[in-house]
């Protein structure tokens, strides 16, 4: 509301009830209250017409200021990314389609606050419009889910200070070093633990157990597996950072499916032998072929069965089951185990996760095994379905791409 609106509220309102309080006659009263509605409609008008001559004086096109450039240029009303232009009184004064999809709405004549609440991006345009120079601030605002935004603003040159904001939606980046963060402490908690307690009987052998060769001899032999966890912890750590950088190139050899079922069970059957764990494959007599790396095949599988090998007890028994879809040959790896909790399920290939019931097995596994093959399986364009049930066992399904003479 305009000063003049204002001081026609003012005189108007007193002024009617004085008339009434003297018991002027009504046609006085309707007579003056007619001349304000008229006058306020008058004022109204002027006001819209002040706001239409701002708007045309800057959109002129034979005097384009630098704002009229931008609102039409189609880096801003085509941009991808959400921007829009503030006025020195926070109110929006043009909005991108992105910006306008992002808030769900036509945003224009409304002020920022309305569309990004953040107290963040109000100092930000302060600030530059007290300064004059480029701003960058982080922020974060709750839709369905906490969204991490960056905005940078920048003035724009004209009569009145424009402000231009534009906005990228930074989440990924934020969970990414979220998940940096929980990984390097997960990796120095995993070598603190075993590296404390080869020092700690160490200090043992060097000190009470000195004499004692009994002793000494359980020492060295709990060294030992706790260097040989260690070096598995360091082995699988490498052998995640080898896939995660070739994740996004797509193999495209011609793997022989069964051969590579053949290495794995060889390779695991070192550590089943010693569990008197039987692996079962009944091996078609045909062979297949997928799309992939065999050597990143055989290591999904190895992975798999060593860990249906370390959490089955002693004397169980592990079954490699094979199908043919239509898409993909899949491969499950079924074991007679100790079964997995069914909120556990969705986090099995997160690093280092480990399900609850799983303490007991904590110091035979990296923790990093079903990650691998997570990211095997996304680089081959397949995938990994896991089943569970409580004190039965699990199956781990591995769907791996067919191999198209045609296509490939």
Do not use: W
């Not at 018991?23 to 007579?31: E, K, L, V």
């Not at 160490?202 to 000195?210: D, L, R, V, Y």
């Not at 912890?233 to 995640?240: A, E, F, I, P």
């Not at 879809?325 to 909790?341: F, M, Q, R, T």
Request: hydrophobic letters at 40%.
């Amino acid at each position: 509301m305009n000063k003049m609106k204002k001081l026609f509220l003012i005189i108007s309102i007193p002024t009617i009830t004085i008339l009434m309080t003297l018991n002027a006659p009504t046609i006085y009263i309707f007579g003056l209250i007619t001349i304000f509605i008229i006058a306020f409609y008058v004022a109204d008008k002027n006001t819209q017409s002040n706001d239409i001559i701002l708007q045309s004086k800057l959109d002129n096109p034979k005097n384009p200021t630098e704002y009229s450039m931008i609102k039409k240029s189609p880096l801003f009303t085509h941009n991808e990314q959400p921007m829009v232009i503030v006025d020195s009184s926070f109110v929006i004064r043009s909005s991108n389609q992105a910006f306008k999809n992002f808030c769900g709405g036509n945003p224009d004549g409304q002020p920022i606050a309305i569309s990004l609440r953040s107290p963040d991006i109000d100092s930000a345009i302060e600030s530059i419009n007290a300064k004059n120079v480029f701003r960058s601030v982080e922020f974060s605002i709750f839709q369905s889910v906490e969204k991490y935004l960056l905005a940078q603003l920048f003035t724009i040159k004209h009569k009145s200070k424009f402000v231009l904001l534009s906005i990228t939606d930074i989440s990924d980046l934020k969970a990414a070093d979220k998940l940096k963060t929980n990984f390097v402490s997960n990796v120095s908690h995993e070598l603190r633990t075993p590296l404390a307690s080869i020092l700690g009987f160490i200090e043992t052998i060097e000190g009470p157990a000195k004499g004692d060769e009994k002793k000494k001899s359980e020492f060295f032999q709990t060294i030992k597996n706790e260097a040989e966890r260690m070096q598995r912890l360091v082995n699988d750590l490498l052998s995640l950072s080898r896939v995660e950088e070739s994740e996004f190139q797509l193999p495209n050899e011609k793997v022989d499916l069964f051969t590579c079922l053949e290495s794995a069970i060889d390779a695991i059957n070192v550590i089943a032998d010693k569990k008197k764990i039987n692996i079962k494959f009944p091996k078609p007599s045909t062979p297949i072929f997928v799309r992939g790396n065999t050597d990143q095949i055989i290591e999904v599988f190895e992975n798999l069965l060593e860990n249906a090998v370390t959490y089955s007890d002693e004397g169980r028994n592990i079954i490699l089951k094979y199908e043919q879809l239509s898409e993909y040959e899949k491969v499950s790896v079924c074991d007679e185990g100790i079964g997995i909790p069914p909120n556990d399920l969705v986090r099995l290939t997160e690093r280092f996760f480990r399900a609850q019931n799983s303490i007991k097995y904590r110091n035979k596994s990296s923790g990093l095994g079903l990650a691998i093959v997570k990211h095997i399986l996304n680089r081959h364009e397949g995938k990994l379905e896991i089943t569970s049930e409580l004190g039965k066992g699990s199956e781990f399904s591995a769907y791996l791409p067919k191999y198209n003479d045609v296509i490939n």
